[in-house]
C-alpha cells in the first residue's frame, strides 16, 4: 500500500512525467520598462506578458500605460491596468506603436477617460496585484480589484477572445476604447453595429498621432475589427470626444491634461449605431449575476472588414474559451519541439524555452487568412507562396535572429526575405528598409542589415524568391546607403563605415555565388573599407571627419565619437567579414590582449557599461571572436559566464530590451553551443553548452537531415571547457561548423573539464 501512496506522490510532483515544453514558458521574464521605476530605459526588457500565437498578428495583453518609453504597454512596477489591447510590439524602445482595440471591463456609472495611473479612481483604470496574474503560453489572467472583475486572455493567429467573469451588478459594462495607441492615438476611428452581438470598424494610424518615434517613423497603418459578444447587446452606445481641428496629436499632447479633459467629458452617445470621428469608443452595458462569465472576441485585420470577420470565423468560430486557450498552447508546444534539450536546472529550461517562446513572435503574419495583405503601394495584395510578414527589428535581428530561424524556422526566413522583397518593389524605391513597421520604412538605427538576412537565407539554400532580382535590390541597398559615395568611409560615423563594410561583403559574397565575378571582386574591395577608419596614432578604429580629418578622439570607452549606441571600443570589433584582415591591420598580440582586457572590465552582471554591454547588439557577436584569435577557450568559457549572468528566470530577467527577439536569440544560440560571427559566411562557431544535450528539429522542405544533436558530456557550471569533440563520430579539431553540416543532420559531440583540468588561464 505504502508503494501505492508513494506512486501517486511521485505522479502528482511531477517526476514520472516530462513536462511540455509550454510549461517552460514564464511571459513575465522581461515584462517592465521604465514606467513605474526608478530603471533607466537602456537596462529594460519591454516584454508583453500577454497571449500570442507563434508569429501570429494578434498579441493580446495587459496596458498598464499609454505613452512614455514604454513600447510594450506594460511595466511590472505599474499598480493599474488600463485596458487589454490586441496588438502588441516585443521588447522595443522609440516609443512604440500598435496597442490598438483596446477593451476594458467596468461597472457603475461610464467613464470615457482611462484617467492618471496616480489617480486610477478619476477613470476606468483598474489596480491589480501580481498575486492574482496568470501569465503563460496562451493564457493570461488578471483581477481587476477595482471592479472584482476576473479578466482572462487567449489567442489564435488572427483573433482574440477574453472571457470576463463579473460579480453581481445591475450596470456591468465591457467598454472598448478605439482611440488608443501606444505612445499617441488612432487619428480617425469608425464603428458600425452589425446585429445584437456584433461590432465592426477601424482605426487609423498615421504619424500625425504620434507612435513609432514620436511620430518621425512615417507610419500609416488601419486596423481593422470584427468583434462580437456572447450576451446580446440591449444597452450600448458610442463615446466622442470633441477633437478641434487644428490640435496636434502627438505623444504628450494626448496625454497633456487638457487633451485628457477632451476625452474625460466626451459625448454619451446611446443607442448609436454607427458612427466615424477622431476619438471614439464603444460600449455594451448589462446586469450580470455573481461569477456571470461575459466574453468577447475579435478578428484582426490590417486589410478590411471583411478579412477582420473572415479571420475571426475561421479562427474562433464557436466560445469555448477552455478549448482555444488549450488550441494555442498546443500551437506554442509544436513550435517549442523545433529544439530539445536536455539537462541544466528548471530555471535553465524555463529561460531556454521562454527565450524560444521570443524569437517567435516577430517577423509577424500581416496577411489575412485568405492571403491577402495590405502592401507598401497602399493597394491589397494576395500571396499564395508566401506569407506576407511585419516587424523587421533589422540592426538587431540580423546578428542572432535570423540565424537562428534558418536553422529552426526557414520558413519564416523565406516569407521574410519575399515580403522585404515586395516592399522593395511596392513602394517604388527598390532598395530594402533597414527597420520596417507594417509598410513603412521607418530609417530607425543604420546599416543594411536586410542584405545581411537575405544573402544568410540564399547561402543557406533558403531560395523560395527570385534571386537575381533579390540581388538586384541587395545591391541597389548598398549602393544607396554605402561608404563608397563619400571615398571609402562614412563622414562623422564610425558605425555606419563598419556596418555598411560588412553590408558590402554581403553583395560580393551573393554574386560570387550567382556566378557574378566582376562584380564580387568590387564588392568584396569595397568591404575593406574598414581599414579606412583604422587610426595608427591612437591604435584604434576612429571615425573621420574628412579625407585628411579625423573625428576629435577622446578615450576609447567614451560613448559617441561617431558611434550609435556604442564606444570605439565596442565598435571597432565590428569586421566579421574579414578577421584575418583585422589581425593583420591591428596585430594578433595586441588585439588579442584588447580582447581579453574588454571582457575582464566588464561588470559581472554584463548590464550597460563601457566594455561588454551584453544590453545592446553591437558587441553580440564579440565574445565568438576568440575562437578566430586562436582562444577557443574564452569563447566557451564567457559565453557560459553571460548566460548564467544576463539571463534568469525573473522580471527583470533580460538585461536590456529584448527587441524583437534578438536578445533572447542570442541565448538560445550561445545556450545550444552554437553562434555565427558572420552571417553569410556559413560559419557557426561553437561554445560551451549550456544544457547536456540539444536536437535541432530540421525542416525536411529545407534540409536533408532529419535532426542535428549537440551532446555536452560531463557538463556542469565548473566544467564550460571543451577538452575534445567529435562530429558524427569523427575527431574534430576546429571550433567551428559549416552550416550545411549540420543540416545534413548527426550528432556532435564535446567533453567538457574545468579550466584547471583544461590547464588554461581565463583572464
Known amino acids: 500500500m505504502k508503494s501505492v501512496w508513494l506512486l501517486i506522490a511521485a505522479i502528482s510532483a511531477g517526476s514520472l512525467y516530462a513536462k511540455e515544453p509550454a510549461e517552460y514558458i514564464n511571459p513575465m521574464i522581461g515584462a517592465f520598462a521604465p514606467s513605474g521605476s526608478r530603471l533607466k530605459g537602456k537596462e529594460c526588457g519591454r516584454t508583453f506578458p500577454g497571449v500570442a500565437t507563434p508569429f501570429g498578428l494578434v498579441q493580446l495583453s495587459p496596458d498598464t500605460i499609454t505613452g512614455g518609453d514604454n513600447g510594450n504597454g506594460y511595466s511590472w512596477f505599474d499598480t493599474t491596468i488600463e485596458g487589454f489591447s490586441f496588438t502588441h510590439m516585443s521588447g522595443i524602445g522609440a516609443l512604440g506603436d500598435f496597442g490598438n482595440f483596446q477593451v476594458m471591463a467596468t461597472t457603475g456609472p461610464l467613464m470615457t477617460s482611462r484617467g492618471d495611473p496616480k489617480a486610477p479612481d478619476e477613470g476606468y483604470r483598474s489596480r491589480f496585484s501580481h498575486d492574482t496574474e496568470v501569465a503563460q503560453a496562451g493564457y493570461y489572467a488578471v483581477t481587476l480589484d477595482d471592479y472584482n472583475v476576473r479578466t482572462e486572455l487567449t489567442a489564435a493567429q488572427r483573433a482574440g477572445m477574453v472571457r470576463f467573469t463579473f460579480p453581481k451588478h445591475k450596470q456591468s459594462r465591457i467598454q472598448i476604447d478605439l482611440s488608443r495607441r501606444v505612445a499617441g492615438t488612432s487619428t480617425e476611428q469608425y464603428v458600425n453595429v452589425v446585429d445584437d452581438r456584433t461590432i465592426e470598424g477601424w482605426m487609423k494610424c498615421t504619424s500625425e498621432g504620434g507612435g513609432w518615434m514620436r511620430g518621425n517613423g512615417k507610419i500609416d497603418y488601419t486596423v481593422y475589427f470584427y468583434c462580437q459578444f456572447s450576451k446580446p447587446m440591449t444597452s450600448f452606445g458610442v463615446w466622442?470626444?470633441?477633437?478641434?481641428?487644428?490640435?496636434?496629436?502627438?505623444?504628450?499632447?494626448?496625454?497633456?491634461?487638457?487633451?485628457?479633459?477632451?476625452?474625460?467629458?466626451?459625448?454619451?452617445?446611446?443607442?448609436?449605431?454607427?458612427?466615424?470621428?477622431?476619438?471614439?469608443?464603444?460600449?455594451?452595458?448589462?446586469?450580470?449575476?455573481?461569477?456571470?462569465?461575459?466574453?468577447?472576441?475579435?478578428?484582426?485585420?490590417?486589410?478590411?472588414?471583411?478579412?477582420?470577420?473572415?479571420?475571426?470565423?475561421?479562427?474562433?468560430?464557436?466560445?469555448?474559451?477552455?478549448?482555444?486557450?488549450?488550441?494555442?498552447?498546443?500551437?506554442?508546444?509544436?513550435?517549442?519541439?523545433?529544439?530539445?534539450?536536455?539537462?541544466?536546472?528548471?530555471?535553465?529550461?524555463?529561460?531556454?524555452?521562454?527565450?524560444?517562446?521570443?524569437?517567435?513572435?516577430?517577423?509577424?503574419?500581416?496577411?489575412?487568412?485568405?492571403?491577402?495583405?495590405?502592401?507598401?503601394?497602399?493597394?491589397?495584395?494576395?500571396?499564395?507562396?508566401?506569407?506576407?510578414?511585419?516587424?523587421?527589428?533589422?540592426?538587431?535581428?540580423?546578428?542572432?535572429?535570423?540565424?537562428?530561424?534558418?536553422?529552426?524556422?526557414?520558413?519564416?526566413?523565406?516569407?521574410?526575405?519575399?515580403?522585404?522583397?515586395?516592399?522593395?518593389?511596392?513602394?517604388?524605391?527598390?532598395?530594402?528598409?533597414?527597420?520596417?513597421?507594417?509598410?513603412?520604412?521607418?530609417?530607425?538605427?543604420?546599416g543594411n542589415p536586410a542584405v545581411s538576412v537575405v544573402v544568410d537565407a540564399y547561402e543557406k539554400g533558403i531560395r523560395n524568391y527570385d534571386a537575381e532580382k533579390a540581388f538586384d535590390i541587395c545591391k541597389a541597398s548598398v549602393d544607396k546607403f554605402g561608404n563608397v559615395k563619400n571615398g571609402g568611409y562614412t563622414r562623422g560615423s564610425l558605425s555606419r563605415t563598419l556596418e555598411y563594410a560588412y553590408s558590402d561583403w554581403c553583395v560580393g559574397r551573393f554574386a560570387e555565388s550567382l556566378g557574378k565575378k566582376a562584380l564580387a571582386t568590387e564588392y568584396y574591395e569595397r568591404g575593406q573599407a574598414y581599414k579606412n577608419v583604422w587610426d595608427p596614432e591612437v591604435k584604434w578604429f576612429r571615425a573621420r571627419n574628412g579625407k585628411d580629418k579625423w573625428k576629435p578622439w577622446e578615450e576609447k570607452t567614451k560613448h559617441g565619437q561617431g558611434c550609435t549606441e556604442s564606444n570605439p571600443y565596442q565598435q571597432g570589433w565590428f569586421v566579421p567579414h574579414d578577421i584575418p584582415g583585422l589581425l593583420e591591420l591591428g596585430g594578433k598580440v595586441f588585439l588579442t590582449q584588447e580582447l581579453k582586457t574588454f571582457f575582464n572590465k566588464s561588470p559581472a552582471d554584463f548590464k550597460w557599461n563601457d566594455y561588454y554591454n551584453h544590453s545592446n547588439e553591437p558587441v553580440h557577436h564579440i565574445p565568438f571572436m576568440f575562437n578566430e584569435f586562436g582562444l577557443p577557450h574564452l569563447t566557451q568559457y564567457w559565453t557560459r559566464r553571460i548566460c548564467a549572468a544576463a539571463y534568469s528566470n525573473e522580471v527583470m530577467g533580460i538585461v536590456g530590451n529584448e527587441d524583437v527577439g534578438q536578445m533572447s536569440a542570442w541565448y538560445i544560440l550561445a545556450a545550444a553551443g552554437l553562434h555565427p560571427i558572420c552571417p553569410g559566411d556559413n560559419k557557426w562557431q561553437i561554445t560551451s553548452p549550456v544544457f547536456d544535450e540539444i536536437s535541432i528539429r530540421l525542416d525536411p522542405k529545407y534540409y536533408p537531415g532529419k535532426t542535428f544533436t549537440i551532446k555536452a558530456h560531463n557538463n556542469s557550471k565548473e566544467n564550460v571547457i571543451i577538452s575534445k569533440m567529435a562530429l558524427n563520430g569523427k575527431p574534430l579539431e576546429r571550433y567551428w561548423l559549416d552550416h550545411h553540416e549540420i543540416v545534413k543532420g548527426g550528432m556532435l559531440e564535446m567533453w567538457l573539464v574545468s579550466p584547471a583540468k583544461a590547464g588554461v588561464s581565463v583572464k
Open 240 to 446: 466622442s470626444a470633441k477633437i478641434p481641428d487644428g490640435q496636434e496629436r502627438q505623444m504628450n499632447d494626448v496625454l497633456s491634461k487638457s487633451y485628457q479633459a477632451l476625452v474625460a467629458h466626451a459625448e454619451v452617445l446611446p443607442d448609436k449605431r454607427e458612427m466615424q470621428g477622431k476619438h471614439l469608443g464603444f460600449y455594451t452595458e448589462f446586469p450580470t449575476k455573481d461569477n456571470e462569465a461575459v466574453l468577447l472576441k475579435s478578428g484582426i485585420s490590417f486589410v478590411s472588414m471583411k478579412g477582420a470577420r473572415e479571420n475571426l470565423e475561421h479562427d474562433i468560430p464557436g466560445w469555448n474559451f477552455d478549448g482555444m486557450k488549450g488550441k494555442s498552447r498546443d500551437r506554442w508546444n509544436k513550435s517549442m519541439n523545433m529544439m530539445h534539450i536536455k539537462g541544466g536546472s528548471e530555471d535553465d529550461k524555463v529561460i531556454f524555452y521562454t527565450a524560444l517562446y521570443r524569437t517567435m513572435i516577430d517577423p509577424r503574419n500581416f496577411s489575412d487568412v485568405s492571403g491577402e495583405y495590405y502592401g507598401a503601394d497602399k493597394k491589397i495584395h494576395k500571396a499564395d507562396d508566401f506569407i506576407y510578414r511585419t516587424i523587421f527589428s533589422g540592426w538587431d535581428v540580423f546578428r542572432s535572429q535570423f540565424p537562428l530561424l534558418t536553422l529552426i524556422n526557414p520558413e519564416i526566413v523565406n516569407d521574410e526575405v519575399n515580403s522585404l522583397m515586395q516592399m522593395a518593389q511596392l513602394s517604388g524605391r527598390g532598395y530594402f528598409p533597414r527597420w520596417e513597421l507594417a509598410n513603412s520604412y521607418t530609417g530607425c538605427m543604420l
